[in-house]
Structures are given as structure tokens and as C-alpha cells.
RNA sequence: GGGCCUGUAGCUCAGGUGGUUAGAGCGCUACACUGAUAAUGUAGAGGUCCGUGGUUCGAGUCCACGCAGGCCCA
């Protein structure tokens, strides 16, 4: 079978290894070339074929639950590259949770309501919003939208078990599902029996003209925003208890001044008080407004004129400051209603400054007028600072604001107004009456006419003529209009259903401290932020693919209910059917939905016997997502067991653009009903860009399609590279050059170690068997020491994932393979493996080998699920332990015992020093191949000199040396250096450390001796004598006279660079082996292949090297005979470097 | 405009509590090794630690003010 050839390209035949991995010859498989797309493909396979994601749940019926929400996307769009990041980083914890014993339950879900999802409805059928009902039926469009919106539900599905993100996909939740729905009614029936869900008032865009509101959606089309020139004014307001002393504040929405119930300025902006004059009535006066905003209203060239010089009716006005202060000084000043109307009255803290942190000094004042009704921020100041704004009582008592929904003043406004004029003598184009003044909806009528005035004008003359005017100007800026009318769009306060969060303030506030946010400031600063500025949630929606609001009124708002579940909807249809306002049940003889069109058929009968209609919004997608630990399990309806066994989640990842959304909604839902959190550990995790750094789009071309990177990579590399290239949390710069140097580093190397590792143990025949391995102590030093590296290093990625850090536990499992197993491990345990027969050191050397490789195909198998189940097939098929995946182990906690910390240390100064002796041989120009007698190495303590002998052999074989040689006090030519310990002096010392450095810089070797001999030196400064202790400084050795040397990390090596005869004709046999082993390779013999050699006779150096260590040629190059005979010129011609040498090499 | 994040070598990133000459990988250049060989080792070049002030004996690190990019919200 092809499987079984040692070249080719394997994972082809894995499946089939795997199925039959019972029956197979007992042999590690070999491979040259890896495809790792392929070994995604086919693991996927054996997953589903055998059923692993269910059995590692099944394993662990009983077992302590580890909860995890995932936050459902929605299907009406392909996924992208950035789902692999956000899917990835969920699934890994769920994985490592469950080596480490915990059930970890997943249910999938799909988010299926809202916007998003009727837009591209829209789009589709060709219609607008104003189409639904009457071009297509509510009950067509939203059969169009159900099926939108899973469209693409099994691209999705596939990309999830692509990339290996373990979640049920078989029974997921589904936010349109009415059962799903029934809990979001049951929950919004728990807030409005707190009270918590009320009617009230958000200033939204409105269009007159229209009668309707207008979503944030339809203000963003095209066309919307138009430039127009518009009246403005800057209003004075008379300061309260100050004699002629008025703020400035400025508006290009005059109307709204009679609304006005208070200033905004900023903290931290500079304000003056100025004496000057108005220039319409020209009395002497006091104005206030910001110092960066004088010049728009104070005409420089004024500067050098006296105020006391001015008279009326000049042209240039003169100022002058009198004070400055911040406006944070100005807070809670009064003024007076600029329109003092009585029916508007207001009671404190009505008519104060208060803070804004939208005020600017880019245009105005630096000071603004706020209108509670007409302007979403001026509402959110005065909600928050408890300013009540100017509203009038309708019939039913209820607030209204004093323009009506036509876009007219009311009367109680409009008297005034008509007064003034009559008392200024104002004319317009006709006369105007209570009910005359639109404040934008003209009529066209009117601004044809000659002589018209707007109701913005005739404000400015009214205040002008009042001294209420410091400026009025035409002004051009961009204004929002009806798409539908072409009409100016006013902000209005429109009715909406409210979840009161502010009440839960407090304890949302307490609860999110309990939370484990990565990143931490995510959870601090941005959501607790968030948190602690808190408004009510606007619930309301008016579309129609939603979750309906389910309470119902009677039409005078008197009465309503609110249904908390199905069977009580159905009880109150039947009372309402008895009482005779419905015939029959919208749902008789149907389907449930509780969709609209349907639900709004339902009416139903109040206590005292009215009809009750169903408020016609739908709620917030976002409290349909926020619910789903209740809701996916239908919950308090069915499953109370599994909901309690897994809430509140310990584990929730989204991207951080969730903070606001999903996020906000789980914690105030579960904050407010609950009294808990709904998640105790979050990462949210930051945007993937192109890898410039530019938002990916599919319109620009830059989008990495996660498919075809699927494809060309393999999933495992990918996974890795986005968790190993940089925090999760901070945005990626997608590049695929990484993805390729992770998969050549990283699997690749670890990859090359295990082919080497399958290459002799086939060959040695070597099958690991636990029961017989030979005892960590008994191996090899250099088998202790990666195994002490080993047990270190599963902790440290055990301690990085309890603490839901990918990327330290990848980079750590990353640099152990590269650098220690790999690179230094192999590198010098190699000859161990192809030397001689099996004996206990061989064996160790395999048993140390396999048991790094297999515990790496645990530490790895969260976040490269694929390759590291491959691998672990591989290790595993010989042996009789191995489980039917890496991904049904236990996890194996790290051994301390195993940890040799003083190996550990004495293996880094073995690296050191070799590091130190290659790079003295490249100085010298003496090759590695050629041995050398010794090298001398200056030792400050025994102790370090121990550390060092322990690993003495290792440091020989690795640079090719025969002896090392130690050089202490005692010999008389080690020269020290000395420098100071900065951190410890530092603290001892403080502004006199620049005089103590300086003078232990300049000490000699006899300095150095005295401080060691005595513990101390004393040091004069300035007058005073400062003792230095001998730990407050740094000795190292520094140099040996004569010597070539080099140092790094305090150790320093000098190396013997003379040849002696016996070392040339060593490092000539050495050559021959080298050049034989190319022969060798060049005649294509495999390795266990015998041959016969002879060499030309005649060079007295190769001569000699045959003669002394022809054995260990013979041996190095399997070679039967070696002898040197004049027959060898016939061979190949040798070029040795510095001559050349004739050697003929036959298989034997 | 507000909140939060990021800025260190050509690229991707490390750099507890301030402390000696700011590091790694990739890339580049040169050399070496050669029974892991499409592997590996060594060395070299490469830095205004975003800027400006400040605190300090000493700042990549702490503080203030800016600049640039990003996210969310207005």
C-alpha cells in the first residue's frame, strides 16, 4: 500500500490508518511532506465518524460544568476572516476545559431579527418601509425575511466545522423560534411587573411634513443633508442678581428658544465676563461667553478704543474683559426666562448652567442653548442634571412639547408671539394668529409671499427689540430633510418603551467589578464607563421583523396588560373572543407565530371591560441576544435543570464592538432580573485588518476570503497564528506571511522532529511502552534537563490559560519546540539515536523524545485541534494507551519533582558557552570539524564552576573541543571588573548614586580585591565616607591576558587555538568522514548500507589520519575496510580545503 | 466633541514594581555545519523606543500636553 513507502505525501491514507489503526505493521509513520489542509480535512472526517465532540462531552457526564454563551451571528451574511479569529478564540477555553475535566455544554445559535436582516429585504423586492402593507403584505414580507436571514446558514456551519469550532450546530437557538420569544415575553413581563418598563419620551428625527419619525437609517441616505441658510441668533440671558449682565448663547434653531431651560458650557474652557455694548439697542452692558470665541463677536480693531468713549450708533463697538474663569466656575448660575411666559413657567434648578461635554469653542459661544424637547443631547444634560424642560399638559395630563406634530407653535406660545408683534409693530406678508407660527414646516404658500417673515425671524426682531439679541445673522450650514417630503426634519420627543437600567445603576456598576474583562480596561474604562453613565434603554422599534412588544392598551392609554407567555395570551384571546371583540383566535387552525402581522390581530379586554390593541413596536434585537441564557433554553418553560447547571457562563468572547451591545445586554438583564452576572470571565477581542492596517471590505477588494485561506493553509496554522501573533484584544494586521512563518517554524519544526524521531524508532524497532520506561533519573542530563523544561512548560501554559491567555501559552509551546526540543535537544542527543545497538541510554533518549512529543500534542491540542489529533494518532497508534483522540485525554499536570531548576541553569550556560566558542572559531577561522584542546573558562565560585562541569561533556561534543579548563582567584591571571549594583544602590543612596558610580567605575583589580576580602569599601563623598557593601556591586570576570576571548551574560571563554600534530590529523580524519558521507549520499546508498573505502597513499598528513583513527572513520561511514592503496586514484579526487586527495569508496 | 485602545529595528511583536550596553522571530548580508538536509548553527548590518515638556541621581517604563491610527458613542 502506498501508505507504507517512505517518501510521498501521506495524509491521504490517515483516514485509513485510522480506521484500521488496529491491524497495521507497528511503525511510526514517516513523512516527507505535509498537508496540512488535507489533515484538517480528514481529522474533521474521523471526528464526525466516530462522534469525538459528542463523546468529549459524553466523557464527562457528572462531572463540575464549565459554562459557555456563545453570542449568536446572523446568517444573513457570508462569514469572514475576522469569524475565525472571534470563533477560534471561543473555542479554545472550551477545549482546554475539557482536558482539564470539566462538561462544557455549547450551544450553537443564529440571530435572526432586526435591521440588518430587513434592509437587504428591501433591497431585494425593490420596495421601501412605506411599501410593507401596502405593496406586500406584513405577513409576505416577513415569510421573506425568515428566509433571508438563514441563507447563508450553511456557509456558516461549514466555516465553524472547517476551522474546528466545537458547538452544537444540531439544535441551535433561534431568536425567532416562538418559544425563544416566550421567554423574552416572559422576561419583559418579570421587568414590567418591577415596574421597570415604562412609555416615555425620546427626541428623535421627525418629519412634519411626514408625521412620522425617522430611523437613524433613512437620515443617512444620500440627499438627506442639505445646506441651507437659516436665521441664527445669539440670545442673551439675563444673568439672575447681576445688574445688565447676560450669557451668550447661540442658535440656529431659534424656535426652540422659547423651550429653553438651561446653559451647557464646558468644564474646562476659559470664559470672560466683557463690558461692552448691544448693538442693536446700544445699552452699556455685561456679556459672558468664551475667550476662544471673542473675536466672532467682538470686533478686534475695537481693542484700542474706550469704552467711555462710545456712542451710540458707532460703528465699531468697544469691550473690555473684567473676568476670567473657568466654566466649571459658572455651574448653577440662574438666568431668566427669556420668554417669560407664565403658562411656561418653571420651578428650580429650571434656567442654570450646566455642564456639557459636547461644548466647543469651533463655533457660537462656547456656550449652548438647551431645549429638553428638541434635541437629543439637550435632553440627556437636563435628564441627568434634573432640569425639568418646558413642556405644557394635554387632555390627558400627559407632557407635551409646545410645537404640535404639524411642526406650529401651540397657542400658549403663539399668543405671545402674535402680541409682540402687535406691541413692536412687526409686519409680515399676512396677520398672524395664536395658531399661525410653523417653526419649519412652512407652507409654500407663505415663502413665496413678498413680505414674509418665518418664525425664526420674527423671534430675532422680537428679542432684538427687547435687548434679548447680541447677534443675528444669516447662516449656512447642512441640515437634515424628509427623503420623503424634501422637508427640514425636526428632533422631537416621540413615545417610546423604556427598560428602566438606570434604577439597577448601582449594582450593575458592583456586579461588572466581579467580572474578569480581557482586557481589563475594557471592562474598567470603556463598559464601566459605559456603566456609570447610564441611560434608561430605548426599547422600542418601529419595524416589523422583530420580537413584539407584547403589552397591550386601550386607546386612551388608561389600561394595558403586558403577556408573559403563550398559555396567558391564549386565556385573555378566549376572554376577549367571550366578550365579543375578537370572532376567533388569529392562531386557530395555524401555526403559532407570534410575529407581527398576527399578534396585532389580537385584541384584547381590560379590567373594566375596554378593548386593549398591542402598542405596535417591536423591541431591541439587542435584548433578543442578551437573553439567550434564558432564552435558548426555553427557559422557565422547560429545561430549569440545565439552565441552573449552566448559568451565570464562565466564558464569553465577542469582538469589542459587543461593549455596548451583547455585552451590555446579558449584564443588565441578568443584573436586573437576576441579581447576577451573566458571565464571569470575558476577552474581547479587537478587529482583524489587511495587513496594513485598513479595515477589511469587500468594496475595496482587501477582504481575506477564510474559505480559500482555509484551503491553502489548513486550519491549524491559521488559529495559530492569529492567537500567537498578538493579543487577541488588540486589532490584527492579517497577513499571510505569517500564517507561513508560523506554519515553517513552528509545524514545521516540530513536524522535522517527529519525522526524526519516526526514522529511528522504526529503525531501532522502538515501540514506547510507560510500564517499561526507564526512570527520569536514570537518563541522560541532557534528557533531565527537557524534561524538567517540559513540566515547566506545561505549567506555564496552564497557568496562561486559567488566566485566558492564548498567547503567552502558544508562544511558550512554540519556543519550547523550536528552541529547546529542537534545536538543542535533538541537535545533541542525535548521535545517541543512530549509534550502535539498543541500550538504555538509546532507549531513554527515545522514551525522552516521545514523551515531549506526546505531551506537545496535548499542550497544542486547543489551539491547533487538527494537526496535534494527526500527531497523536501517530505516537499513539503503537502503543496500547492511546486514546480514540488527544482531544478524550486528561490533562497531565506538570510534575514538579521533574523540575531541576540548577540543571535548567547549568544547560543555559552550556548554550552560552558554546554560542561563545563558535563565535571564537569563526574569529580564528577554525572549523567546527577541526578539534581543538581546550578552552579555559574563569570562574568566580565553585558553585558556578559545578554548573558548568555538569554539562562539560555536552559543551565538548557541541564545539569539538578535548578538555575545559577553570581559572579561579587562585591562579593568579583572572582580571576582574567591577560595576555597580544600580537597583540596590539606587535605593540606599539616592541623589549622591551619580558620585558613588563614579568612583567604582574607577576601580582596579586591587580595589576589587579588597572589597571581596573585607565585604566592604569605603567611599568619600562630599565630606562623608559612604561604606559600599559587597553585594551592592556587580563583579564579572573580564578578561585573561594573552588570550582570545569573548564574553556574554557574565561568562567569558578563552580558547587554546594551538594545533598540535595529533589534533591536524583528527581534524583530517574528520574531513574524510565528511566528504565519504557525501560519497555516500552521492552514490544514493541508504543508511544501513555496508561499503569498503581505500585512499591514495602519499600525503603524510592522510596518511597519518588513517593510520591513528581509521577506526573511527570506519565506524562513522559504516565502511567494512579502510585501507590506503594506490587502487584509490582510480576513485574520486577529494577536494580537502587545502589539498586534495584521491579515495575510492565501492557498497560492499 | 467624549470614552477606550495602539504607537519600540524594514515587518510582526516582547520589554513585573523606573536601574548597567533596549530584546526575539521573520527578512537582509556573510560564514559554517552536513546520517533531521526543502532541515540546522554562528556572526553582522539595522533603533530619535511617535513628539514636547516635567518628576528623578537615573525614564521605553511615571506625570502633563500634543501628534498619528483604530473602535465605540455623540
Known amino acids: 500500500m502506498a501508505c507504507f513507502e ?57 462531572a463540575e460544568t464549565f459554562t459557555f454563551f456563545e453570542g449568536p451571528p446572523s446568517a444573513n451574511g457570508t462569514p469572514g476572516i475576522h469569524h475565525v479569529m472571534a470563533r477560534t478564540l471561543k473555542d479554545i477555553f472550551c477545549r482546554y476545559k475539557t482536558l482539564k475535566g470539566f462538561q462544557v455544554k455549547r450551544k450553537g445559535g443564529w440571530d435572526t431579527h432586526g435591521l440588518p436582516v430587513e434592509l437587504q429585504v428591501e433591497k431585494e423586492l425593490g420596495i421601501t418601509k412605506e411599501d410593507i402593507g401596502t405593496k406586500i403584505t406584513v405577513e409576505e414580507y416577513n415569510k421573506k425575511c425568515r428566509e433571508t436571514v438563514m441563507r447563508f446558514k450553511n456557509e456558516w456551519d461549514d466555516l465553524t466545522e472547517k476551522i474546528g469550532y466545537w458547538v452544537d450546530l444540531d439544535d441551535p437557538y433561534i431568536t425567532f423560534d416562538s418559544k425563544y420569544i416566550e421567554t423574552l415575553w416572559y422576561l419583559l413581563k418579570k421587568l414590567y411587573d418591577k415596574d421597570l418598563l415604562y412609555k416615555g419620551y425620546t427626541i428623535q428625527p421627525y418629519s412634519p411634513a411626514a408625521g412620522t419619525g425617522l430611523s437613524s437609517h433613512e437620515l443617512n441616505q444620500p440627499g438627506t443633508y442639505k445646506d441651507v441658510k437659516d436665521t441664527s441668533i445669539t440670545a442673551q440671558f439675563k444673568l439672575k442678581g447681576e445688574e445688565n449682565t447676560f450669557i451668550l448663547a447661540w442658535t440656529t434653531t431659534p424656535w426652540t428658544l422659547p423651550s429653553n431651560s438651561a446653559l451647557a458650557i464646558g468644564e474646562n474652557l476659559d470664559y470672560v465676563k466683557v463690558k461692552t455694548f448691544n448693538p442693536y439697542t446700544h445699552e452699556a452692558e455685561f456679556v459672558i461667553l468664551a475667550k476662544a470665541r471673542m473675536a466672532a463677536y467682538l470686533n478686534p480693531k475695537a481693542n484700542d478704543l474706550k469704552v467711555e468713549d462710545y456712542k451710540a450708533g458707532d460703528k465699531l463697538i468697544p469691550y473690555e474683559i473684567v473676568a476670567e474663569f473657568k466654566g466649571k466656575d459658572m455651574l448653577g448660575w440662574g438666568y431668566e426666562q427669556l420668554f417669560p411666559i407664565d403658562a411656561l413657567a418653571l420651578p428650580n434648578p429650571a434656567f442654570t448652567v450646566v455642564s456639557g461635554d459636547y461644548v466647543t469653542t469651533e463655533d457660537g459661544t462656547g456656550i449652548v442653548h438647551l431645549a429638553k424637547a428638541f434635541g437629543a443631547d439637550d435632553f440627556r444634560t437636563l435628564v441627568q442634571n434634573n432640569v425639568p424642560g418646558v ?137 464601566g464607563n459605559w456603566l456609570e453613565n447610564l441611560v434608561d434603554w430605548n426599547l422600542s422599534r418601529s419595524r416589523f421583523w422583530g420580537t413584539p412588544l407584547p403589552i397591550w392598551r386601550t386607546s386612551d392609554g388608561t389600561e394595558e396588560k403586558c403577556i408573559g407567555s403563550i398559555a396567558e395570551l391564549n386565556a385573555e384571546i378566549e376572554k376577549s373572543i367571550a366578550a365579543g371583540y375578537m370572532e376567533k383566535s388569529p392562531y386557530e387552525g395555524k401555526e403559532l407565530d407570534l410575529h407581527r402581522p398576527y399578534v396585532d390581530d389580537v385584541v384584547l379586554i381590560s379590567e373594566k371591560g375596554e378593548k386593549m390593541f398591542r402598542e405596535p413596536d417591536l423591541i431591541d434585537v439587542w435584548f433578543d441576544s442578551g437573553a439567550m441564557p434564558y432564552a435558548q433554553w426555553h427557559y422557565p418553560f422547560e429545561n430549569e435543570e440545565v439552565f441552573k447547571a449552566n448559568y451565570p457562563a464562565d ?186 545497538d539498543m541500550n538504555a541510554d538509546k532507549q531513554a533518549a527515545y522514551e525522552t523524545l516521545y514523551e515531549c512529543l506526546l505531551t506537545l500534542t496535548q499542550l497544542m491540542s486547543s489551539f491547533a485541534p487538527f494537526y496535534s489529533d494527526w500527531l497523536y494518532n501517530n505516537l499513539t497508534e503503537t502503543g496500547a494507551e492511546g486514546k480514540e483522540s488527544v482531544h478524550l485525554t486528561d490533562w497531565v499536570a506538570a510534575d514538579q519533582a521533574l523540575i531541576n531548576s540548577d540543571l535548567e541553569a547549568s544547560m543555559d550556560l552550556a548554550q552560552t558557552i558554546s554560542s561563545l566558542v563558535h563565535s571564537l572559531r569563526k574569529k580564528e577561522k577554525l572549523k567546527v570539524r577541526q578539534p581543538l584542546q581546550r578552552i579555559l573558562i574563569p570562574v568566580l565560585s565553585k558553585k558556578v564552576q559545578a554548573q558548568i562541569e555538569h554539562v562539560e561533556d555536552l559543551i565538548k561534543t557541541e564545539v569539538n573541543i578535548k578538555a575545559i579548563e577553570y581559572i579561579d582567584d587562585a591562579s593568579g591571571i583572572l582580571v576582574k571588573d567591577v560595576k555597580p549594583n544600580l537597583p540596590v544602590l539606587g535605593k540606599k543612596l539616592g541623589p549622591k548614586m551619580r558620585f558613588v558610580v563614579a568612583a567604582i567605575k574607577s576601580w582596579g583589580q586591587d580595589e576589587i580585591a579588597q572589597i571581596e576580602r573585607e565585604g566592604k569599601f569605603p567611599v568619600a563623598v562630599e565630606g562623608e565616607t559612604i561604606e559600599i557593601l559587597l553585594d551592592e556591586v556587580l563583579i564579572s570576570s573580564q578578561d585573561i591576558p594573552g588570550w582570545s576571548v569573548a564574553s556574554d551574560a557574565g561568562v567569558t571563554v578563552a580558547l587554546d587555538v594551538t594545533l598540535t600534530d595529533e589534533l591536524k590529523q583528527e581534524g583530517v580524519a574528520r574531513d574524510l568522514v565528511n566528504r565519504i558521507q557525501n560519497l555516500r549520499k552521492d552514490m544514493g546508498l541508504e543508511v544501513q548500507d555496508k561499503i569498503k573505502i581505500q585512499v591514495a597513499e602519499g600525503n603524510e598528513l592522510v596518511t597519518k589520519a588513517v593510520q591513528s583513527f581509521g577506526e573511527y572513520i570506519q565506524s562513522e561511514t559504516q565502511a567494512l575496510s579502510l585501507k590506503l592503496s594506490a587502487e584509490a586514484e582510480k576513485g574520486t579526487v577529494l577536494d580537502m580545503d587545502d589539498f586534495e586527495i584521491a579515495v575510492l569508496v565501492e557498497k560492499a
Open 6 to 62: 517512505r517518501d510521498g505525501i501521506f495524509a491521504a491514507c490517515i483516514l485509513h490508518l485510522i480506521s484500521t489503526r488496529k491491524d497495521i505493521v507497528k511503525t511510526y509513520q514517516e513523512f516527507k511532506q505535509v498537508d496540512y489542509p488535507h489533515i484538517g480535512e480528514s481529522i474533521l472526517q474521523y471526528w464526525k465518524e466516530n462522534q469525538i465532540f459528542e463523546k468529549s462531552i459524553a466523557n464527562r457526564d457528572g
Open 651 to 836: 466564558y464569553i468572547a465577542e469582538g469589542v464592538d459587543q461593549t455596548r451591545g451583547w455585552f451590555f445586554t446579558l449584564h443588565a438583564i441578568a443584573g436586573m432580573l437576576f441579581d447576577s452576572v451573566a458571565f464571569k470571565n470575558v476577552i474581547a477581542n479587537g478587529l482583524v485588518l489587511d495587513k496594513n492596517g485598513n479595515k477589511m471590505s469587500k468594496r475595496l477588494g482587501n477582504a481575506v476570503d477564510p474559505f480559500k485561506t482555509l484551503k491553502e493553509y489548513g486550519p491549524d496554522a491559521l488559529r495559530w497564528y492569529m492567537l500567537s501573533n498578538a493579543n487577541p484584544w488588540d486589532n490584527l494586521k492579517f497577513n499571510l506571511d505569517g500564517v507561513t512563518e508560523v506554519q515553517r517554524r513552528f509545524f514545521g519544526t516540530l513536524q522535522n522532529t517527529y519525522n526524526f524521531f519516526a526514522l529511528y524508532a522504526n529503525l531501532d524497532a522502538f515501540v514506547y511502552d510507560k510500564s517499561k520506561a526507564v526512570p527520569v533519573a536514570q537518563r541522560a542530563e541532557l534528557d533531565q534537563w527537557i524534561i524538567s523544561k517540559l513540566q515547566s512548560l506545561i505549567a506555564e501554559v496552564e497557568e496562561a490559560m486559567d488566566n485566558y491567555d492564548a498567547t503567552r501559552a502558544t508562544r511558550a509551546i512554540m519556543n519550547f519546540t523550536v528552541d529547546q526540543l529542537s534545536n538543542w535537544y535533538v541537535r545533541l542527543a542525535r548521535k545517541r539515536f543512530w549509534r550502535g
Open 391 to 527: 413642556f405644557v399638559k394635554d387632555d390627558l395630563g400627559n407632557d407635551i412639547p409646545v410645537v404640535d406634530k404639524q411642526g406650529k407653535f401651540l397657542p400658549v406660545v403663539g399668543e405671545y408671539l402674535a402680541a409682540k408683534m402687535k406691541e413692536h409693530g412687526i409686519t409680515a406678508h399676512k396677520e398672524y394668529g395664536a395658531s399661525d407660527f410653523y417653526v419649519k414646516n412652512y407652507t409654500e404658500d407663505d415663502e413665496n409671499a413678498p413680505d414674509y417673515k418665518n418664525t425664526d425671524v420674527i423671534i430675532s426682531i422680537i428679542l432684538k427689540n427687547e435687548n434679548k439679541a447680541f447677534k443675528v445673522e444669516k447662516y449656512e450650514h447642512s441640515y437634515p430633510h424628509c427623503w420623503r417630503t424634501d422637508k427640514p426634519v425636526l428632533y422631537y420627543p416621540l413615545e417610546s418603551w423604556f427598560i428602566k437600567t438606570t434604577a439597577y445603576k448601582d449594582r450593575l456598576v458592583e456586579l461588572n467589578k466581579t467580572i474578569n474583562w480581557k482586557p481589563e480596561a475594557t471592562g474598567t474604562g470603556r463598559f
